[in-house]
């Protein structure tokens, strides 16, 4: 295609060449005789011009039509290129692919022993999780017992202090009946004295006055003074309270 058109510029510049030279002036116009004149085509040059016109005319919409059409061409084969371009791109990813799918094998299988190894670590978890469940309420029932061992040791202190107290206030009420029959004894016996030395003072009047010693029999419906023995003997009461 561009060969023809180089042609046809060439053909129309050697029209053009040519028809300037028919259209010089010759170098002696004066030899040419008047009646030759009327003969002269003063339109050929203007023909000529005009032929020519119309095939550049022709050339330079021949030229715009091919450009147009080598843009669409060039926008063709932009567009095959990248299609073929993304398809390359398509098989070397794919060649990628098949050529990790051995890879890939690999690592699911390396996968697949890594979660047999976490289940199993799972069951030593959750074993060891019912041990420590076991252990912490083996703890809570220790914990229980040394709480109840504490308020059972708390309790029985209480009560030993209590039992002290009641210990204390028995000692001292027992001290006091001892002292208070202690007195009763000596205020008995001082009574009892005073009664004999009375009687003996009555029998010594009666005896001075008579010279006999007079015989006295009352009526008694216990046992008399003399015969009441006061226990002194308090061991087994202070075993009792000291026990």
Same mark, same amino acid.
């Given at each position: 295609?561009?060969?023809?058109?180089?042609?046809?510029?060439q053909t129309v510049q050697d029209g053009i060449s040519a028809?300037?030279?028919?259209?010089?002036?010759?170098?002696?116009?004066?030899?040419k005789k008047i009646s030759n004149i009327d003969e002269v085509n003063y339109n050929?040059?203007?023909?000529? /011009?005009?032929?020519?016109?119309?095939?550049?005319? &022709?050339?330079?919409?021949?030229? &715009? &039509?091919?450009?147009?059409?080598?843009? &669409?061409?060039?926008?063709?084969?932009?567009?095959?290129?990248?299609? /073929?371009?993304?398809?390359c791109n398509s098989i070397i990813i794919l060649n990628g692919a098949l050529a990790a799918i051995p890879k890939i094998n690999n690592a699911i299988q390396n996968l697949m022993d890594q979660i047999g190894t976490l289940e199993e670590a799972f069951e030593e978890v959750e074993a060891?999780?019912?041990? /420590?469940?076991?252990?912490?309420?083996?703890?809570?029932l220790q914990n229980s017992q040394?709480?109840?061992?504490?308020?059972?040791a708390l309790y029985k202190e209480k009560k030993l202090t209590e039992l002290?107290?009641?210990?204390?206030k028995l000692a001292n009420d027992h001290s006091e009946r001892v002292l208070q029959q202690e007195l009763k004894h000596q205020k008995l016996l001082k009574e009892r004295q005073e009664t004999f030395d009375e009687v003996f003072k009555g029998e010594l009047e009666s005896y001075k006055a008579t010279g006999v010693v007079?015989? /006295?029999?009352?009526?008694?419906?216990?046992?008399?003074?003399e015969e009441i023995i006061l226990e002194d003997d308090y061991a087994d009461f202070d075993e009792f309270l000291n026990g």
């Open positions: 295609m561009f060969g023809n058109l180089r042609s046809k510029f028809s300037l030279r028919g259209l010089s002036i010759v170098e002696n116009p004066k030899v050929a040059g203007a023909d000529v /011009l005009h032929h020519f016109q119309l095939q550049w005319n &022709e050339l330079h919409e021949l030229a &715009e &039509e091919n450009a147009m059409k080598a843009h &669409e061409v060039d926008a063709l084969i932009g567009g095959v290129y990248d299609k /073929l371009n993304k398809q060891a999780l019912f041990r /420590l469940e076991d252990l912490n309420e083996t703890l809570e040394l709480d109840h061992r504490f308020q059972l002290d107290s009641v210990r204390g007079p015989k /006295l029999s009352s009526p008694q419906k216990g046992p008399a003074l």
